[in-house]
């Protein structure tokens, strides 16, 4: 029993096998291609805007069930037109006449004729006495929903000459304002007409769809010059093609095409050295060198404040005395038009000199005063320049260590408080850091001999006796005048 068990698993494995490489078998035999040209068109789409194809030519395509793909043919001639078609699922093939002009199949005259084609099957349909005009074929999907059905086909009639020709780019870079020649070559039918297309144009939603890249009749590709209207800042691309044509009754045939996917490079400004910001002191001056991928443009430059810097032609950037944070500007000037591509760079100016924090403050280290007198300390700022100042309240900051001893004003006085010692301090901020400077200042009192307690009371009472007596000496002094 067992090994009846063992002899059916081997049975199973073994079918199951052969399913998967005959699934496989299916799926590899199956029209996963495209021909690159055609587009397949939902349900609902009018008959004008099918996708069209040219006799000789295969087209492959994938349509879903109960969905319907649609191309159309331009038959330039009375002739017969053979229609092969292979699918690997059922569907619905129909030749429709644009203008309801009959053409036959066997001895029947049709100007719609629709045939079943069956699952995993080539048909051939034979059309013959088939008028001038334009013919639709109709694909009609079958099956469960969902389910794609994949199909190819092609239109074949006798006498028709193979189509060939040779392009000298399928791929380009260019940039605003570049131009390029596309030339074709090798072309088997000499008189076989063409003329050249942008299509796939980029930015086509608010400007006109010519306006970025545009191909002359002689194959000429512009890529416009950037505006402040037509700008962008990315890579873009478009299909420059030239399309071919029987010329018949003055109405074009499309037949074959053959293009060049053009890539479209932003215009951007090149800085050397690249900066996004700078640093200057006073009447320094630096230089960027700005360059621009644009052809034929130029580089203008600007400053957001000329009192604190300026900006030539030459990418000169020069600090003034003035300080401030500004902001210099390189742009595209293009046909006297400044474009919004720009790059910016932050300067930071300095302004005037600062002080040399290498350069002492007062010029006297120790100082002594007696309580209840005030003395200037000398104090000289030493610029860079060699040029000097004194105090003015506010290029020097000056503190005293002991307020209780001798207090300090804004400008360096010093007034004795106290019997003691006290050091006052000078700090110089500059930008580039601090610099301090010291002097000891002493303070005696003449009336060291008496006891504290009343060293006050005998201050005031000396301050009553000398007001009095120059109250009497003024006295005295208009009497006499009298």
């Not at 002689?218 to 950037?226: E, I, R, S, Y």
Request: aromatic fraction near 8%.
């Amino acid at each position: 029993m067992k090994k009846i068990q063992k002899l059916l698993s081997i049975v199973l494995a073994l079918i199951l096998a052969l399913s998967v490489l005959t699934l496989a078998g299916v799926n590899a035999a199956a029209y996963e291609q495209d021909s690159g040209s055609h587009y397949l068109l939902p349900t609902g789409e009018t008959l004008a805007t099918a996708a069209r194809f040219a006799l000789g030519e295969t087209v492959y395509g994938a349509i879903i069930a109960n969905g319907r793909n649609r191309y159309r043919l331009n038959n330039d001639a009375l002739r017969d037109i053979t229609f092969t078609v292979r699918t690997d699922k059922a569907l619905t093939f129909t030749v429709i006449s644009e203008k309801a002009e009959p053409f036959k199949v066997g001895a029947q005259q049709y100007t719609t004729y629709a045939v079943e084609i069956p699952a995993n099957s080539s048909d051939a349909v034979a059309l013959t006495d088939v008028p001038v005009g334009n013919y639709f074929i109709q694909f009609d999907g079958k099956g469960a929903a969902g389910q794609k059905t994949e199909f190819c086909f092609r239109a074949g009639c006798a006498g028709l000459p193979t189509l060939r020709c040779a392009i000298n780019h399928k791929t380009m870079s260019l940039t605003s304002g570049d131009t390029a020649v596309l030339t074709l070559s090798d072309l088997s039918v000499d008189s076989l007409n063409h003329y050249w297309e942008a299509v796939d144009n980029p930015l086509t939603t608010d400007i006109d769809e010519r306006k970025l890249v545009s191909v002359t009749d002689q194959g000429l590709v512009t890529v416009a010059f950037p505006s402040n209207q037509l700008r962008f800042d990315r890579d873009l691309t478009c299909v420059v093609r030239a399309v071919f044509y029987y010329s018949t009754d003055g109405n074009p045939t499309e037949d074959f095409t053959k293009s060049c996917t053009v890539t479209l490079n932003p215009p951007n400004i090149f800085l050397d050295p690249y900066v996004t910001s700078l640093t200057l002191n006073a009447n320094e001056t630096k230089t960027i060198k700005a360059t621009t991928n644009v052809k034929n443009a130029s580089i203008a430059w600007s400053s957001s404040d000329e009192t604190v810097a300026t900006v030539n032609s030459l990418g000169e950037i020069r600090a003034y005395e003035k300080e401030g944070i500004i902001t210099i500007t390189a742009a595209i000037r293009y046909n006297g038009e400044v474009l919004r591509i720009r790059r910016e760079i932050r300067v930071i100016a300095y302004g005037a000199i600062d002080p040399d924090p290498t350069r002492g403050l007062f010029s006297a280290k120790a100082a002594s005063i007696e309580v209840g007198k005030t003395q200037e300390l000398p104090c000289t700022i030493t610029y860079s320049d060699g040029t000097t100042a004194k105090p003015d309240g506010k290029n020097v900051t000056f503190t005293s260590s002991d307020t209780s001893v001798a207090t300090v004003t804004d400008k360096g006085v010093v007034k004795g408080i106290d019997e003691g010692s006290a050091v006052i301090t000078a700090t110089v901020t500059t930008k580039t850091g601090t610099f301090q400077d010291t002097c000891r200042v002493t303070v005696n009192d003449p009336l060291s001999g008496i006891p504290k307690p009343i060293r006050k009371f005998v201050r005031v009472l000396i301050q009553i006796v000398t007001a009095l007596f120059r109250i009497v000496i003024a006295l005295l002094g208009g009497l006499t005048n009298k």
